[in-house]
């Protein structure tokens, strides 16, 4: 059942900002605890899972405001969650040398390149990180590289260029609020006056 809000257009706007923020704030958030334990993680992944369902719900039923809110939600949340760590390393980051303490292969086994995890040092400090470009099946323990390093460690390290800076992860996510924000205006106001217009029908037909 489809409860009629007295002010659709300014609801919807707000609905799809607020998910659109939701997201983004879950990808900041992913960058920032990098280092937390795993549940972080899988919290900012439901966050943006329940706020594209918002999105996706605010078009129905429009195919193409749906698709078009889903497809805006998805590309926001991964541009936010790799541009943020890309953009802080970027503007601040520092090339220092990495030193491999200890290395975790997938199975048991040197012959995989899935989910490789490498236990660093980095100027005193240690972590882990996954999927570093340079943590892979031949990495052993001793082993030494260059890594782009936050020295607040706000975010987790690169072994590459950042290739998103401020500049523009910026106004590409203001472009994607302001997007969310129309399309979700639009669509409640839309699923609104089909619902109403349903109604009096409904009500014509009777005797």
Same mark, same amino acid.
Not at 127 to 132: D, G, I, S, T
Not at 164 to 168: E, L, P, S, W
């Given at each position: 059942m489809f409860l009629e809000p007295r002010r659709p257009r300014a609801l919807g706007a707000v609905l799809g900002l607020g998910a659109g923020v939701a997201i983004a704030g879950a990808g900041v958030g992913y960058d920032v605890a990098h280092s937390a334990p795993f549940y972080y993680g899988l919290g900012c992944f439901l966050v943006d899972f329940g706020a594209i369902a918002v999105l996706v719900t605010l078009g129905i039923p429009s195919v193409a405001r749906a698709v078009s809110s889903l497809l805006i939600g998805i590309l926001l949340a991964i541009g936010v969650q790799n541009g943020f760590r890309s953009a802080v390393l970027d503007s601040r980051g520092e090339w220092v040398t990495a030193t491999v303490i200890e290395v975790r292969h997938p199975h048991s086994t040197y012959t995989s390149s899935d989910n490789h995890n490498c236990k660093l040092e980095v100027q005193g400090d240690t $972590?882990?990180?996954?999927?570093?470009g340079e943590c892979g099946p031949a990495t052993r323990p001793g082993d030494r590289f260059e890594v782009l390093h936050d020295p607040e460690d706000l975010v987790g390290v690169a072994s590459g260029h950042p290739p #998103?800076? $401020?500049? #523009?992860l910026i106004p590409g996510t203001a472009a994607a609020l302001l997007l969310l924000t129309v399309l979700g205006a639009r669509?409640?106001?839309v699923r609104t006056a089909e619902t109403r217009a349903a109604a009096h029908r409904v009500?014509?037909?009777r005797p």
């Open positions: $972590f882990w990180v996954q999927n570093l #998103i800076t $401020f500049a #523009i669509g409640l106001r009500a014509d037909r």
